[in-house]
């Protein structure tokens, strides 16, 4: 016998339940978020919270520094290397998402080292190995995983990961394979703008249209969307994935350096960089700030930075007129509210900017920060629990035109942007020479015309055609959008059949063989994942026998003799101590000292409950939970409903 | 595995081919056999006219999207979450048709096996050549009224486009407001469709120009 099994009824039942957690996770351009919604056990409902995971703050910067050792460090410390081993420091990876090296902005944006993939995809060198963006995404997510287990007490196994929604196919995919590689069952790729019109929409229990306008430190979106009694339509998006904060600091960069006559040093540029930020920075809350660099010293006024940076957030009207026009609301008549959301909103000029582009102030009530990540844990929260904490349902769009190249070139658009997902759409074409067998799909995803204007997503050739006159052969070809936003497409002969099909892979993602040897690569990461694993499961143990004992020594300390109950408290010292450390062993083996020198006590407390439930307890004592817990768990165990009947009031102590 | 259209595929009792929950379990079910063209009125459940509620319709659209979504289906069986899938699917085009008046138009001359000029390439009737000649001379117009006339000439283009097209869309209302539209009403129909296409385009294109500025 050993206290801890004298549990409460259902105890265990509720371990078992709460043994893995589903997260939502803001995967971000220059911070990484993880929040959870977890239902208060006073009165049932559950508020999503973000969890502190680096150095006590929520925002994990989102970098990672390759070091030589078998784990590379992710955060705060990561960042800290970035100063001596640059190239080796892979910071705002996000931007190189599903991006191939051959696209212009890889090499514009970085002081990296790159090695040619099998499938052009962008490699990083880092101390001697070549590291995918996939790769080093998945090291964000699982240090997120990770730590969020530590803060939770249980494992992470399933997240809803939120992306811009103006990221194309190809870069959702490589989001999607990012979470796999880091042990996550990605549960649903969600719209940032979105997942914050959610947080709002909670909060506010409001109805009506209302814009998301999201300027992170790497991209601008804008989303408008519509709520009505629970459920969120998006009616638009929009944005420009190449526009936000970073863009200030180094447009405000470029005027620090053009008042020096310095010779401009990569240390150099990196320098008034760093200096802009926190120029930008410093200036949300105060008129002027000094700005030293070279060895010079200037004061930079707040009027000063809006002069520079105002092109850049004048850039956010046009995408933003055309969303509204998109939704069937042009110039924002009759919004009910502007959302902010991402760091560089805090910014007075495009809080300012936006106000007069909407016409409304803006709301901020929730950290722009914070509001994306606590948006896709209620999201993972809707698609987990038995009961989710809101009744909410989000519809969501395509955020760019997908379509079919066609002869001379051109585009045929078979689903266009801004379409509600799922969707599918079918086309018919036909063979143009005689005899033709075979047929070459080539999928792309954009607004323009020209098919060397759009991102190419896949090609693929339909075989097998019958021996026809030109134009007598019909070929289906079928786009299907699920609701994640990815894509597949099916080509089919009418008359023979034959048919081919394909989720696409994007020709800037990874070949089967790649994603092979990463998985087999992440095995190195499981043995440290089994271990996080152990150690959580050791900890979760550990409180409940805990709290088990607590509440023993509590209600019949007085079976123990003085001696014995140092020894049990001593002994749930050291329990305490060592789930405090990291070895797992050492939690379990502190245990089954504990068990061993509480087993008498145990033995007693038993007797007592039995002797005392015997004796009988009122109906009265019993409801108003008089008893102990160990005595009602006997009392009933003993068939209570009889005793009760024999002595309906006796009371013996 | 063949899907019997008119048993429930979970406890066996007979639905209509259309519906997407069973009557009496509540379970999702296969969409109905693919046809030449499926009744989108159906999947909303509305009746199949051109005089419609839009609020209702939004309303009704809602709703059934609640019951329906995948998001809905995350914690069920493979089979129920691709049923799940291709309901919403045929659900989301259906309602972004009927809420159109223009499409929703196209949608009932469809069902009535009459096709739109311009809908398919080599379908529908052939645009009378006066009509094309007028578009030709329209185009001309605008592109000088935005080479030498500025916004205000560009402006009062727009705006005779925008009447005709108010003229078509009315007459269009008129047609298929009739219990039974003559073969002639409904090509006449069928015509100011495509007229509608075209006034359309030529619209985008002034706006398209004013997002510019």
Redesign the interface.
């Known amino acids: 016998m050993a206290l801890f099994q004298i549990a409460e009824p259902g105890e265990a039942r509720t371990k078992e339940a709460c043994a893995t957690a589903a997260v939502g996770i803001d995967l971000g351009t220059t911070n990484s978020l993880v929040a959870v919604v977890r239902p208060d056990p006073e009165t049932g409902a559950g508020k999503p919270r973000a969890l502190p995971v680096d150095e006590g703050s929520t925002l994990l910067p989102s970098v990672v520094a390759y070091t030589g050792d078998k784990t590379p460090v992710v955060g705060r410390a990561a960042r800290r290397l970035a100063a001596e081993a640059p190239r080796d420091t892979i910071v705002s990876v996000k931007r190189f998402m599903g991006k191939t090296s051959a696209d212009p902005e890889t090499r514009r944006l970085s002081p990296y080292r790159f090695a040619e993939g099998e499938s052009g995809t962008v490699r990083f060198e880092v101390r001697g190995r070549a590291v995918t963006p996939v790769e080093v995404s998945a090291e964000i997510l699982r240090a997120l995983k990770v730590r969020a287990g530590e803060q939770l007490g249980m494992e992470v196994r399933q997240a809803v990961v939120t992306v811009p929604a103006y990221f194309d196919d190809a870069q959702r995919q490589a989001t999607k394979e990012a979470g796999r590689l880091a042990g996550i069952d990605v549960?649903?790729l969600l719209n940032e703008p979105t997942a914050a019109a959610l947080a709002y929409g909670l909060d506010k229990r409001s109805q009506g249209t209302f814009a998301v306008y999201d300027l992170g430190g790497g991209t601008f979106d804008i989303s408008i969307l519509k709520l009505?009694?629970g459920?969120f339509?998006v009616k638009a998006v929009g944005g420009d994935s190449a526009l936000g904060g970073d863009d200030f600091d180094r447009a405000l960069a470029e005027s620090l350096l053009a008042g020096l006559q310095a010779e401009r040093t990569p240390r150099l540029v990196r320098e008034a960089i760093d200096s802009a930020k926190a120029a930008k920075e410093a200036l949300t809350s105060r008129d002027s700030v000094e700005v030293s660099l070279g060895g010079r010293t200037r004061t930079l006024t707040r009027a000063q930075l809006e002069e520079v940076i105002l092109p850049l957030i004048e850039r956010t009207g046009?995408p933003s007129?055309?969303a509204l026009?998109d939704a069937g609301i042009p110039g924002g008549k009759g919004l009910a509210g502007v959302i902010l959301v991402g760091g560089s909103t805090r910014v007075p000029a495009v809080r300012a900017y936006v106000r007069e582009l909407f016409g409304l102030p803006p709301l901020a009530d929730i950290d722009p920060d914070e509001v994306v990540a606590l948006g896709a844990a209620v999201q993972a929260d809707?698609?987990?629990a038995e009961k989710p904490q809101h009744d909410v349902?989000?519809?969501d769009v395509a955020p760019l035109s997908l379509g079919l190249e066609t002869m001379g070139g051109l585009v045929e658009k078979l689903i266009q942007r801004n379409?509600?997902?799922?969707?599918?759409a079918t086309q018919?074409f036909t063979t143009f020479a005689d005899a033709q067998t075979g047929m070459d799909i080539h999928v792309l995803q954009g607004e323009r015309e020209l098919v060397q204007d759009n991102r190419s997503l896949a090609r693929f050739r339909l075989s097998g055609i019958p021996q026809l006159p030109a134009g007598l052969a019909r070929v289906a070809v079928t786009f299907?959008v699920?609701?994640d936003g990815i894509l597949s497409v099916t080509a089919r002969e009418q008359l023979t059949g034959v048919s081919q099909s394909i989720t696409v892979k994007p020709s800037a993602g990874l070949t089967d063989e790649e994603i092979e040897r990463m998985l087999l690569a992440s095995i190195e990461h499981a043995e440290e994942d089994v271990q996080a694993r152990l150690l959580i499961d050791a900890r979760v143990e550990a409180q409940r026998i805990l709290k088990a004992a607590e509440q023993q020594i509590e209600s019949n300390g007085d079976l123990l003799a003085p001696e014995e109950r140092q020894a049990i408290e001593a002994a749930m010292q050291a329990l305490r101590d060592s789930a405090a450390g990291k070895d797992h062993r050492a939690v379990q083996d502190a245990i089954e000292r504990l068990d061993h020198v509480s087993a008498e006590f145990a033995q007693r407390v038993m007797d007592r409950g039995i002797e005392r439930a015997l004796k009988g307890h009122s109906v009265a004592e019993f409801d108003k939970g008089e008893m102990s817990p160990h005595a009602q768990k006997a009392y009933s165990a003993l068939g209570g409903d009889t005793i009760k009947m024999v002595s309906p009031s006796g009371k013996d102590d | 595995m063949p899907e019997s259209p008119k048993a429930c595929w979970s406890c066996g009792a007979s639905r209509a081919s259309t519906g997407a929950l069973c009557p009496a379990c509540g379970k999702v079910q296969p969409p109905p056999p693919p046809q030449d063209v499926p009744d989108k009125f159906a999947v909303l459940g509305v009746p199949r006219s051109y005089e419609l509620d839009e609020g209702g319709l939004e309303e009704t659209f809602r709703a059934l999207s609640r019951k329906l979504h995948p998001d809905r289906f995350a914690r069920a069986t493979p089979r129920e979450r691709r049923f799940s899938l291709e309901q919403t699917t045929l659900l989301n085009d259906a309602y972004r048709t009927l809420r159109d008046p223009v499409k929703r138009a196209e949608h009932l001359l469809a069902l009535l096996g009459v096709k739109v000029a311009g809908e398919e390439r080599g379908g529908g009737a052939a645009m009378p050549q006066e009509f094309l000649e007028q578009a030709l001379e329209d185009r001309e117009k605008l592109l000088e009224a935005k080479m030498e006339g500025g916004p205000e000439a560009v402006a009062r283009l727009a705006e005779g486009v925008r009447g005709k097209r108010q003229e078509a869309m009315e007459e269009i209302a008129r047609a298929l407001r009739q219990a039974r539209p003559t073969d002639a009403q409904l090509r006449r129909t069928a015509e100011l469709l495509a007229r509608l296409r075209y006034y359309s385009r030529y619209l985008d294109e002034v706006e398209g120009r004013a997002a510019e500025i």
Request: aromatic share 0%.
């Open positions: 549960l649903r009505v009694e459920v339509e046009p007129r055309r026009k809707l698609l987990t349902l989000l519809l379409t509600t997902i799922p969707t599918s018919e299907q699920d609701a």
